[in-house]
């Protein structure tokens, strides 16, 4: 079972930083698509940002470009969200999630993480 594993959520401060991880299981994974995304109670789940297989390309949500910066480590098999600047709007549960191609990058990812809480107080 090819699974994902995410950390790096907690509770920090408006204007603060903090850094999430996912680390992939399996092989099969390892060139895919990686994604964050995240869900606020009583809204709809949004596109935060999204890395290639290479790590070479990178796309970002409107609402969070130059604050957040998506990257991997393919040896370490792993894909971390840098979040800074941070705002009380950004409170919400963070999941990462992997495809195998770079079409519909909003939606039908085929392996998703746990998800893990980001509060951000004013």
């Known amino acids: 079972q090819e699974q994902l594993v995410e950390s790096g959520g907690g509770l920090v401060q408006a204007g603060g930083s903090l850094r999430l991880s996912c680390a992939a299981s399996?092989?099969?994974?390892?060139?895919?698509?990686k994604g964050w995304f995240r869900q606020a109670p009583g809204k709809e789940r949004e596109f935060v940002a999204a890395?290639?297989?290479?790590?070479?390309?990178?796309l970002y949500a409107v609402s969070v470009k130059g604050r957040f910066t998506i990257s991997r480590d393919n040896a370490k098999n792993t894909v971390y969200l840098q979040m800074n600047s941070l705002k009380p709007e950004d409170t919400a549960v963070y999941y990462c999630?992997?495809?195998?191609?770079?079409?519909?990058?909003?939606?039908?990812?085929?392996?998703w993480g746990q998800g893990t809480q980001v509060t951000v107080s004013s």
């Open positions: 890395v290639s297989g290479s790590g070479i390309s990178t």
């Open positions: 999630a992997a495809k195998s191609d770079w079409r519909n990058l909003y939606d039908y990812y085929d392996y």
């Open positions: 399996g092989r099969t994974l390892s060139s895919y698509v």
